[in-house]
């Protein structure tokens, strides 16, 4: 393990010895230390998989009655081979698998095919498992971003998975491989977030979904997250019990070492698998365009391995895997899951439709559902950035109130050492994370303004980093 204090955030990433796994693997953030308090606002959920690390995950209130989706992440690297039948009734509904990648240790941009993508996306697409894939960035620039980007779309195309094929995004995998010998060693946060945007919106052109994927360190220190648009899906890792990214992502990577049935590493045995939450709103905003779903929510294990439903556009029927496709949650054994059905193109969004999974079907022939709660408006288009965040003036005398963790410091600057815990005022080490040898400010923490210079604030004990570039700490 390999701590990150730049003095405004508290962090840590995962590293590993081997260069390779650096170029093949999801990297993720990790932050250690937490106040028990910090969980109050949070509900419990597990993983369905073993050998996760934790037995049980911590999710942010935010996600309160969202759906839970269980899923995989994998390549060449992570699995050597893959039976997403067994997969699948151990409880795997999703997998994002790697289509390309880029090299890490060449001056110039190297793309390459993933050799095992389309096994693995035929054995789960013949298996309900929904899709998605990924692309290893190394990315330096905006041309580079587009080119890898333009280089995942044409191996698509070549093997016949358009947009409506897969049920997830397109994903930039952007982070850091090979140490001080990678191809994007130094590089800046406009220059990442520039490559980002190029990417997805090339993405976007060719009709697919844009994602990014980063670590909690990638995250809050290279991308400038208000710079991407609405419909850009962000897909976070943190392997721990918790995601403490103040990012709004929709997919949580939680492990690395997680063991599923059917599914073998790189070495040929069972475990070492990467492992995702994906968050489901289940009140999904409504349409104008989709006004009538059909289709029986009582089904055999048999149909409710692929579940059928007609969408209608006032009395004009739509065509699935032109206008929707359908995928299952929870739909590989008796009990109660779901369908996921996702519009494309001009229809967006999704719906999430109750099902119940009985030994055999006892349901009407044509259960007629209301579709309040469906499909969305088209998306925003690629090239409308979400709006900066307001600026915040910070004056002395006022009232302020901590954003992320942040380290306490003896003055204005990273270059000033860190405050200990036991040097704080009783009253601020009730704002800080307990067990921590230094002050570390919790999140929701309200402190006073004691002076500013530059981004930093004096407050009672110290200094703390306000804001950088268009990330701000405190508000």
Not at 97 to 111: I, N
Not at 188 to 194: E, H, L, Q, R, S
Not at 433 to 450: D, T
Request: include cysteine; proline fraction near 3%.
């Amino acid at each position: 393990m390999k701590k990150l204090n730049t003095g405004k955030k508290v962090k840590r990433v995962i590293s590993t010895a081997i260069a390779a796994a650096l170029m093949f693997s999801l990297v993720a953030g990790l932050m250690p230390v937490i106040d028990p308090a910090y969980a109050a606002s949070e509900f419990k959920y597990a993983s369905p998989f073993k050998k996760t690390g934790y037995s049980t995950y911590y999710h942010k209130a935010a996600y309160s009655g969202d759906l839970i989706v269980n899923g995989v992440d994998i390549s060449d690297w992570q699995s050597k081979k893959c039976r997403f039948d067994d997969a699948k009734a151990d409880g795997v509904d999703f997998s994002i698998m790697r289509v390309t990648w880029s090299s890490y240790g060449t001056k110039k941009l190297k793309l390459h095919n993933d050799d095992k993508f389309s096994a693995q996306y035929t054995n789960a697409k013949a298996n309900g498992v929904m899709c998605g894939v990924y692309v290893f960035s190394q990315a330096k620039n905006a041309t580079e971003g587009a080119k890898e980007a333009a280089y995942a779309i044409k191996r698509l195309k070549e093997l016949g998975i358009g947009p409506e094929d897969l049920a997830l995004p397109v994903y930039m995998d952007y982070e850091f491989a090979g140490g001080i010998l990678g191809r994007m060693h130094g590089i800046k946060k406009t220059a990442a977030t520039n490559a980002a945007v190029a990417f997805c919106n090339t993405i976007k052109a060719a009709g697919y979904t844009p994602g990014i994927y980063a670590n909690t360190t990638f995250f809050g220190s290279y991308l400038a997250t208000s710079q991407f648009a609405p419909d850009v899906d962000l897909w976070c890792a943190q392997y721990y019990k918790r995601n403490q990214s103040g990012v709004n992502y929709s997919k949580w990577q939680y492990s690395s070492s997680a063991k599923i049935d059917g599914m073998l590493s790189y070495t040929g045995l069972q475990g070492k698998i990467d492992v995702n939450f994906w968050y489901l709103n289940k009140n999904n905003a409504s349409s104008s365009t989709v006004t009538k779903i059909c289709g029986k929510t009582t089904l055999s294990v048999a149909d409710a391995k692929a579940p059928k439903f007609k969408l209608y556009n006032g009395k004009t029927l739509l065509k699935e895997g032109t206008d929707y496709l359908v995928g299952g949650i929870r739909n590989n054994a008796a009990g109660n899951g779901y369908a996921y059905i996702k519009g494309i193109g001009k229809y967006g969004g999704y719906a999430l439709v109750p099902i119940t999974v009985a030994s055999k079907t006892t349901g009407s022939a044509d259960t007629k559902l209301t579709c309040a709660n469906y499909l969305t408006k088209a998306s925003t288009a690629m090239s409308t950035p979400l709006p900066a965040a307001p600026a915040v003036k910070y004056q002395k005398g006022k009232k302020y109130v901590v954003q992320e963790y942040l380290n306490v410091r003896k003055g204005p600057g990273t270059k000033y050492g860190k405050v200990r815990r036991s040097k704080l005022s009783k009253a601020m080490k009730k704002r800080a994370v307990s067990g921590n040898i230094y002050a570390v400010l919790k999140p929701g923490s309200k402190i006073k303004c004691r002076g500013v210079k530059g981004n930093w604030m004096k407050i009672k004990g110290g200094w703390i980093c306000c804001k950088s570039g268009d990330d701000v700490y405190v508000k």
